[in-house]
């Protein structure tokens, strides 16, 4: 261990060795073995604590190696305040200045000379290098710091260095740092990779949890950063009281930070020794030093953080921490066709990280907002945002550095085949790739400002429109949170009135008035400014008309048309639908963009959108429209509407009548109509009814005679089903419900039976029975409930006399079930049995009769009696009256 020890010291440059303290960080006890694995093989992984010293050192006692052969260090930081700390702390300890040995490179900010040997990059700014020199010319290391992250542009990065250094850069060293990582399967990754692990240095930390909804003032149990406020406030205060030093709450986000910055400054107003000091990313350099620098003697600071704190970060005089427990992270919103930030969770290796910031330079307090209970339950690592965040960008990038399946390069976690497949055909929609996968010209333009395809791709539109401000502003509106409220709920969700926000704020008389969310607007403002710079706009004039138009390029997917005049519903150009809650100044248009949205996929709120012009919709998208001629059942007329309509996606955009219809077509909507309503539309006739009634009977004899079996199935389910079939060839020219009484339905019915069948129906299912008296009576094989089991001949009794049996069909397998009829036509009895009744009920439904129709015939012997239709036989209508 001495050995390594004095090795690890030996390694690092005179000034820095001798620097007090800096023998005692762990991490220069593994600098030999990290300098050894390096100079055998490629990759290596070091472990290292917070506080081991390895963000500072490594690259130090690493840039003069021999095996480096005077090539550059590059060392990777997920945050850009991270990345210029650490080339100010790295020169500081050199006794030089940043720019000199020690440089870095984020965002909008370069500060690299020629004789930089160290280069601290954020991940984006590595993919940008690589792209453009994929051998990394002069680069002998690359560094991945707190690689725990799992930032997507970090595994991008990861990803084509590995690639570079089998192919462009064979003498390409990587090493990845971390204090909590997938060591394993990092060496896996890696090809077996060494992993050196080296000792953290910190000081202990009492560890209090709390709950937010059992302390005094919380708001209830409500999720997420407003329910635990209160609580937070009441911790910090109290640890004022009771602990020294200084104070580092970690929050979510730069919002929450406003809001307890804002309370925090009203309770402390009196005491001028109180600095409340807030950090995040979006602050300047000089705002972020002034948080990590050592507060001026005899004055406490307050510093409220987001997670930019929870690494590669020292943040002098800090002694107690107080965590909300939260964390916003990137989710990638189908809503939105975009990548949002969501308040979750933190996970237990960051609540670890963040508490260990209490314990850097003396023992420390650790207020935990959540009790012991939930943070057993918090997962282990940060989800990594490659398996959860919109893969557009990740795509493009692979496409620009010539790979159309991620599979063929080396992932800790490789991106979902439904996300890349997602992915592309977004960016093939925007035109940045061609079908085949490969990256276009305009897909190349796409990648200069970092920002998601969609957005850039509405830049380059909107320069082209000669709006590229406008375009810029856009951009910048849709990628952070809303400058305009409302209240009591009520949300103008209209993009216009942010543009003009942002108009306003941009003059100079405006420059020092107070606007609702200034800050936020004046972000916007300066985010707007650099695309201009980066995409050559020159103007900074804005027709606020142009917005939809723009938007519309970005989000084509999002275009909506209102569903019917006064209605709140829209549907979009991909068949979800949207709506918004109540009625604003967009709710009434006939088209709109809807650019943020709730995330629901079938019916979404909208937050945010923009009025669209139908003339500018069918101009700008004049080759993504489509026509399709229309032939359908029209419910409301109940007739068959044909029309030619010019469609955007599943959007109609305009439409007129179809003067010649394809008659097949007309035939098909006529029989779609006939079955939503049902086979009650078409004109039955009597005769057609009692044949399909005979039918139906025939066949519930199947089973004793199977000729019964094979005849058509003539029910209403199989016709409904069968429509186009049987009814089809009898629907020529007839487009409408009223035209179907033309119909033939006898013709058509009767046209799936052969001449046979037809025979055999006749005879076996009569539609009549000739009875004594002469009459042909009919049969009645249905009642209003449908078939009967057993038909029914319904006859006075007087024109049955000398009929001994009840009549039989089918065969002689069925009785007909007789209902005897007084003269006037009212049942008197129903028997299936004639022979049964005349000899036993008869004579008393005689007395009944004679009483109520003495004019009538009724023997006294039913068997021998003429039968007849009249009150009395002929021969009998002379008789004296007995």
């Known amino acids: 261990m001495t050995r390594h020890f004095e090795n690890g010291l030996s390694l690092l440059p005179g000034k820095v060795k001798n620097r007090p303290g800096i023998s005692d960080l762990p991490v220069v006890s593994v600098l030999g073995q990290v300098n050894k694995a390096l100079e055998k093989k490629a990759y290596a992984l070091l472990a290292a604590p917070p506080g081991a ?33 650490c080339a100010a702390h790295m020169a500081e300890l050199l006794g030089e200045t940043v720019g000199q040995r020690i440089g870095y490179q984020v965002r909008m900010e370069k500060c690299i000379g020629p004789q930089t040997q160290v280069q601290i990059l954020t991940e984006g700014i590595l993919t940008r290098r690589l792209q453009s020199d994929p051998g990394l010319e002069g680069v002998g290391l690359v560094i991945f710091d707190e690689f725990h992250e799992r930032h997507i542009h970090g595994d991008l990065a990861l990803a084509l260095s590995l690639d570079a250094a089998e192919g462009f850069a064979q003498d390409l060293r990587i090493a990845i740092m971390s204090a909590t990582m997938e060591t394993q399967a990092l060496s896996d990754l890696l090809g077996n990779a060494p992993v050196i692990s080296s000792q953290g240095k910190a000081w202990p930390v009492e560890t209090i949890y709390m709950d937010p909804h059992h302390q005094k003032g919380a708001s209830g149990s409500r999720p997420g950063w407003a329910g635990i406020l209160p609580t937070c406030l009441n911790t910090v205060v109290k ?20 809001r307890l910055a804002e309370k925090l400054n009203e309770k402390f107003k009196q005491d001028p020794a109180v600095k409340v000091i807030s950090l995040f990313g979006s602050l300047s350099f000089k705002d972020q030093k002034t948080a990590i620098e050592p507060a001026v003697a005899g004055n406490r600071k307050i510093v409220l953080a987001t997670p930019i704190a929870e690494t590669s970060l020292t943040i002098q005089g800090i002694r107690v921490v107080v965590d909300a427990g939260l964390v916003n992270r990137p989710e990638f919103s189908p809503g939105r066709g975009m990548t949002r930030l969501e308040t979750r969770p933190v996970s237990k290796a960051s609540a670890d990280q963040r508490r260990g910031r209490a314990g850097r330079t003396a023992p420390g307090i650790c207020y935990r907002l959540w009790p012991q209970y939930v943070h057993q339950g918090l997962v282990p690592f940060n989800r990594p945002e490659i398996l959860n965040a919109d893969l557009a960008h990740l795509v493009l990038e692979l496409s620009l550095w010539g790979v159309r399946d991620p599979s063929e390069l080396k992932w800790l976690d490789i991106p979902s085949t439904p996300a890349v497949a997602a992915a592309k055909g977004l960016l093939i929609s925007l035109g940045a790739l061609d079908h085949g996968g490969a990256i276009t010209t305009h897909g190349r333009e796409m990648l200069v400002a970092g920002i998601h395809p969609r957005l850039a791709h509405m830049i380059l539109r909107a320069k082209e429109m000669g709006q590229g401000f406008l375009g810029c502003c856009l951009s910048a509106l849709v990628e952070e949170k809303d400058i305009v409220s409302f209240e009591y709920g009520r949300r103008d969700p209209d993009i216009v009135l942010r543009l003009e926000r942002l108009a306003k704020l941009s003059q100079p008389k405006n420059q020092k008035r107070a606007f609702p969310h200034r800050e936020r607007a004046l972000s916007i403002l300066a985010q707007a400014r650099r695309l201009a710079g980066l995409f050559n706009i020159q103007g900074r004039g804005m027709d606020m008309n142009a917005a939809g138009r723009l938007l519309a390029q970005a989000f084509p997917d999002r275009v909506a048309v209102r569903r ?19 009625e604003n100044t967009l709710s009434n248009r006939d088209f709109i963009v809807a650019v943020d949205v ?40 109940g007739s068959v509407k044909a029309i030619r309509q010019t469609l955007f996606g599943r959007i109609v955009v305009s439409q007129k009548p179809l003067p010649a219809p394809n008659p097949e ?22 005769k057609t009814m009692n044949f399909r009634h005979r039918v139906v009977f025939l066949k519930t004899l199947a089973k004793a005679r199977p000729d019964f079996a094979r005849l058509p199935d003539v029910g209403d389910k199989t016709l409904t089903d069968t429509l186009t079939d049987w009814l089809g060839p009898f629907l020529s020219g007839v487009p409408s419900a009223a035209g179907l009484k033309r119909v033939d339905l006898d013709a058509a019915i ?39 089991d057993s038909p029914v001949l319904g006859v006075r009794i007087q024109e049955i006399f000398g009929m001994a049996a009840t009549p039989v069909i089918a065969a002689g397998q ?29 004579q008393e ?30 021969s009998l209508s002379s008789v004296p009256k007995r």
Not at 243 to 258: E, K, N, Q, S, Y
Not at 610 to 630: C, H, I, M, P, Y
Not at 665 to 686: C, E, F, H, P
């Open 239 to 258: 640890a004022m009281t009771c602990h020294d030093g200084d104070i580092l709450v970690f929050l979510p986000g730069a919002a929450a930070i406003r």
């Open 598 to 637: 709730d995330g629901q996929a079938k019916n979404a709120r909208i937050f945010l959108a923009a009025g669209l012009d139908r003339a500018d919709l069918k101009n700008d998208f004049s080759t993504d429209l489509e026509t399709q001629d229309v032939v359908d059942w029209d419910q409301g007329t």
């Open 814 to 842: 069925v009785p007909l079930t007789l209902h005897l009829l007084s003269p006037a036509s009212r049942p008197v009895q129903i028997t299936t049995d004639l022979g049964h009744f005349w000899a036993h009920t008869y």
């Open 845 to 874: 439904v005689k007395k009944d009769l004679m009483g109520r129709y003495p004019k009538h015939y009724w023997p006294q012997n039913p068997h021998t009696a003429q039968a007849t239709a009249r009150a009395k036989p002929k």
């Open 750 to 788: 009767k046209a799936l039976f052969t001449w046979d069948q037809l025979k055999m129906v006749d005879r076996h299912a009569p539609t009549h029975i000739r009875v004594p008296s002469g009459s042909s009576v009919p049969i009645r094989y249905a009642d209003k409930n449908g078939p009967l």
């Open 53 to 85: 010293g390895k963000t500072t050192l490594v690259p130090l006692g690493l840039m003069n190696r021999p095996w480096l052969k005077n090539k550059k260090i590059i060392m990777l930081e997920p945050r850009r305040l991270a990345a210029r700390a």
């Open 665 to 686: 077509a007309v035939k098909s909507a006529m029989i779609r109509g006939i079955r939503q309503n049902g086979l009650q539309t078409l004109d039955w006739q009597k």
């Open 564 to 582: 019917s005049a006064g209605s709140l519903s829209f549907l979009t150009a991909k068949g979800n639908g949207v709506f918004f809650d109540t």
